[in-house]
């Protein structure tokens, strides 16, 4: 028998115009490219929506399936381009600027792309690719007259031209929630970047999961910040759970350093701000130089690679925010756990609460979650065994765009997510390490990332990265390299004596290397495959 109640299809265009009707009033502050700030109400961004979505259809005759590629910063038009895309049922392709311009070409031919919005930074970028990528019919630079660039783009046509005469009346489709609505493909260290292809229903789902209480909490009171690229699955999904709620958002543009969010935190007074280590890690030194400490500001969410309990506890205990880790992939929409606590913690002592908070915490429900061991056989709660941490649920993954005949689920439907976890009585997961970057010393696993954050707990520290790298007798052993803050003089002896009291004895790092910089991927994270490659045998060598 089959239930009575409405099949209302979960789709994007509503949540726009949701906001636009119950939140109208609430705005969207953007930092622009061309330099000032821009603000403006969702009611606005509704009609420019509409003008974009018409726009698309008549001049480009962009339809159900398509495929329109953007290269921006998280800004009005950017959003826009989210809500006009996918609203009218084709699909938004947001291309990570950062990808080496091979990838990108790679990327735009393998998504197919007809039209490309890109901003004034990225223009660059799409003149190289002139004659490389076929399918592209128009190239649209998100600008207003005034500041189109001299471009040798052919035909370049100016953004707010393009909309302005269009109606700002237009009728979303209702169409299969299932359809696809955008496409972001993984950074893949190694081959070519593969295609996560979300659906409306992923998408909605997704946002109602980021916005409970126990996941980030947004509410209709929040003002949110997301530093997190929108060229980096979705900014967390943040563009859509803000307007589902009626949260202010406040778009960073290009200008992702300390003193760029510190000024934009200090006039908008965010609520939430969401990004990665690296990000936050800048915006506290800049407070720390200038003395000055953030106002209002409830949590910051922390995800993309694990954060260190240093700067847990400086978020604290500097400006009164709740560091709230989360942990997520691409493959994932990207959310998977966030550490909010349970009624039981709330009377633990704060050293014990930092503890807590260095755990990426429990599945959003919607993701369950589970580890394993190489054979398949799940392994128990009970935050000491640690395994292959797998998922399922309506927002991860089954298959990568244009890779459908690759199975890339285990025999029971979940998808290994390549990190290797710990989970608790109370599913609270650890990262241990991702399972291609543990250190695999005569047996025993060694976590580079607990080494890491042990680490940058050192006030000269700057950064630290571990590989593990081949050894004659225990197989592989702990390599640090370390980049000093300016000025400062820690030696080796210096930070293996500061190690010793952080970590067992065992897991000492085998030698420290100081360097001026590390390699990162284009989403941040440290490279570690091209570390390998540079000092994979720097301990075979000084045994001769
Ligand atoms: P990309 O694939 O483009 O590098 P993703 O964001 O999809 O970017 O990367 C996902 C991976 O990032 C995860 O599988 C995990 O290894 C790492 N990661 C994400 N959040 C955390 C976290 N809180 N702690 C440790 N690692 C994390």
């Avoid at 070409?105 to 998504?111: G, K, L, R, S």
């Avoid at 930092?354 to 799940?378: C, F, H, S, W």
Wanted: proline share 5%.
């Amino acid at each position: 028998m089959r239930g009575q109640m409405m099949d209302t299809q979960l789709l994007i265009a509503p949540l726009i115009r949701n906001a636009a009707r119950f939140h109208g009033d609430v705005e969207i502050v953007s930092r622009t490219c061309e330099g000032p700030i821009h603000r403006y109400t969702y009611a606005d961004a509704y009609k420019r929506v509409q003008q974009l979505a018409n726009a698309l259809a008549s001049r480009f005759g962009i339809a159900m399936g398509d495929r329109v590629g953007t290269l921006a910063w998280n800004g009005y038009r950017h959003f826009e381009a989210y809500f006009a895309v996918s609203g009218m049922g084709a699909i938004l392709h947001t291309i990570n600027p950062r990808l080496f311009l091979e990838q990108i070409e790679y990327i735009v031919n393998h998504a197919e792309d007809r039209v490309i919005l890109v901003d004034l930074t990225f223009v660059p970028i799409i003149e190289k690719l002139i004659g490389k990528i076929p399918t592209v019919e128009a190239v649209v630079i998100m600008t207003d007259r005034a500041n189109m660039p001299e471009t040798s783009i052919p035909n370049a046509i100016c953004y707010e031209e393009l909309i302005a005469d269009q109606s700002d009346s237009y009728d979303f489709p209702s169409f299969d929630e299932n359809t696809a609505s955008s496409l972001c493909y993984t950074s893949g260290t190694t081959g070519n970047p593969k295609g996560v292809l979300y659906s409306h229903r992923s998408n909605v789902l997704h946002s109602y999961g980021v916005c409970m209480t126990d996941t980030l909490g947004i509410s209709a009171t929040d003002a949110v910040l997301p530093v997190v690229p929108m060229f980096h699955v979705n900014a967390w999904g943040l563009p859509y759970a803000c307007p589902m709620v009626g949260a202010k958002l406040i778009f960073p543009g290009p200008r992702l350093d300390g003193p760029g969010l510190a000024e934009l935190i200090e006039m908008e007074r965010p609520t939430v701000l969401a990004g990665v280590p690296t990000v936050w890690l800048a915006l506290l030194n800049h407070l720390d130089e200038i003395g000055r400490r953030m106002e209002g500001v409830r949590i910051a969410v922390v995800g993309g690679s694990a954060a260190p309990e240093s700067m847990i506890r400086k978020f604290q205990e500097k400006h009164g925010t709740f560091l709230l880790h989360a942990w997520g992939m691409t493959e994932l929409s990207p959310i998977g756990t966030a550490c909010t606590f349970k009624a039981k913690h709330l009377s633990l002592d704060q050293e014990a609460k930092y503890k807590l908070q260095t755990k990426i915490g429990k599945p959003a429900y919607g993701v369950e979650m589970r580890i394993t061991d190489d054979e398949g056989n799940e392994l128990p709660n009970d935050g000491v065994a640690f395994g292959h941490l797998k998922v399922r649920g309506p927002w991860v993954l089954k298959s990568y765009f244009r890779r459908d005949d690759e199975n890339i689920l285990d025999e029971d439907g979940w998808f290994d997510t390549g990190d290797i976890a710990t989970v608790d009585q109370d599913g609270y997961a650890q990262i241990v390490d991702r399972a291609k970057d543990v250190i695999k010393s005569g047996g025993e696993w060694i976590s580079s990332i607990d080494l890491e954050n042990a680490a940058v707990g050192h006030p000269d520290v700057k950064e630290a990265a571990v590989i593990g790298v081949a050894h004659p007798k225990w197989q592989e052993r702990p390599l640090l390299l370390v980049i000093r803050r300016e000025g400062a003089t820690l030696d080796k002896q210096g930070m293996l004596d500061y190690l010793e009291t952080k970590v067992v004895k065992w897991w000492l790092p085998d030698d420290v290397i100081f360097v001026e910089e590390l390699p990162h991927t284009a989403t941040g994270k440290l490279l570690k495959l091209k570390l390998r490659e540079a000092y994979g045998d720097w301990l075979m060598k000084q045994a001769g």
